[in-house]
């Protein structure tokens, strides 16, 4: 069974898509079997692997009335072992589409079921907003990634964003975890920076990565490119952050799944 991590703050710029295309890539480099799903109608992900005319299907056909499995939608990338399910511009109507609809919020969780076995992680990638699509996110998800960046007000919505996360986890999906918060587009030269990486911290404490995502302007460029950070500059500050988180986030999977074992083998022992 796939790993779901969904990827959301409801501000936009704080580098969602960019740990999203870069945390898959890297998983799919460890040789996970990786689905990034896009569901951002905005389609910064997509893009950053196919050419606009390429993307035909979306997971917005999958939401909507199920006229097309998710299975149908996904598509492999050039890159070993990572596949995308694309999003479309469509997508922002989405939103209008589910009103009144009961099971709304549990269109993504059920339409991945048939993919959960073909997949050992799979990365959503959520729109700057709290709405629907990143609702979807948030009920399909395992584990919650939440990237902020060091800046002034980095901790401006925060607790809305909690607050929603917090009401995810009391109906929709109790077994939803933080995996962790990462600060991205971190500039070590500025006070205001190690200021706000300080203020996190206070917040966050241990539920802060480690690892910190500096600046790094290959990483702005590497989508232009239809380029992963490893394969764009696999030698820059940009891809050894984000091999690095990657390897924080595995090692934080595995213990919590580690310890869901444990207690469930001390349960049926009992
Ligand atoms: N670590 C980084 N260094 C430099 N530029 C970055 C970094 N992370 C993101 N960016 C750039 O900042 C902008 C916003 O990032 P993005 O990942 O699209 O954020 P979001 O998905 O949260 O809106 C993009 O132009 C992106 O290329
Ligand atoms: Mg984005």
Same mark, same amino acid.
């Given at each position: 069974?796939?790993t779901?991590? *969904?990827? *959301?703050n ?13 945390l898959a890539a ?7 079997? /990786? =689905?990034?799903? $896009? =569901?951002?109608p905005?389609a @910064?992900s997509?893009?950053?692997?196919f050419?606009? &005319?390429? #993307? /035909? ?6 939401l909507? +009335?199920h ?5 149908e939608? #996904? ?5 070993a @072992? ?9 997508? *922002? ?5 589910? #009103?009144?609809?009961? &099971?709304?919020p549990?269109?993504?969780? +059920?339409a991945? #079921?048939?993919?959960?076995d073909?997949? &050992?992680?799979i990365?959503?990638d959520?729109p ?7 609702v ?7 584990? =919650?990634?939440?990237?902020?960046q060091?800046?002034y007000y980095? =901790?401006?919505g925060?607790d809305?964003?909690?607050?929603t996360?917090?009401?995810i986890? *009391?109906?929709?999906?109790?077994d939803?975890?933080?995996v962790?918060v990462?600060i991205?587009?971190? $500039?070590?030269?500025? @006070?205001?920076?190690? &200021?706000?990486?300080k203020q ?10 480690? /690892? ?5 302007v290959r990483?702005?460029?590497s ?5 992963t ?5 696999p030698d820059?500050?940009?891809?050894? +952050? ?8 595995l ?8 310890k869901?074992?444990?207690? @469930?083998?001390r349960?049926?022992?009992?």
């Open positions: 069974m796939a779901v991590i *969904a990827i *959301a409801q501000k936009g710029g704080v580098g969602k898509t960019t740990t999203a295309i870069n890297a998983f799919a480099r460890k040789k996970k079997r /990786t =689905l990034l799903v $896009d =569901l951002d905005q @910064n997509t893009l950053t692997f050419p606009l &005319d390429e #993307v /035909t299907h979306s997971v917005y056909e999958v909507t +009335d006229q097309m499995t998710f299975p939608i #996904v598509k492999p990338t050039r890159f @072992n990572l596949c995308v399910a694309p999003a479309k511009i469509a997508l *922002a109507k989405l939103e209008a589409n589910l #009103v009144g609809q009961f &099971d709304a549990f269109r993504l969780k +059920d991945l #079921v048939p993919s959960r073909q997949f &050992d992680m990365v959503i959520t700057p907003t709290l709405g629907i699509m990143t979807n996110g948030l009920v399909a998800a395992n584990y =919650l990634l939440v990237p902020i060091a800046a980095a =901790l401006e925060t809305d964003f909690l607050e996360f917090e009401r986890r *009391a109906r929709p999906n109790p939803l975890q933080l962790g990462v991205t587009l971190f $500039d070590k030269r500025t @006070n205001l920076a190690r &200021d706000s990486l996190v911290r206070q917040v966050f404490g241990d539920k802060l990565f480690k /690892t910190v995502i500096g600046k790094n990483l702005e460029e989508p232009a490119y239809k380029e950070i490893f394969s764009f500059a820059s500050p940009g891809a050894e +952050d984000y091999e690095r988180l990657a390897r924080e986030v090692q934080r999977v595995a213990y919590r799944e580690n869901h074992t444990v207690s @469930n083998a349960a049926t022992s009992a």
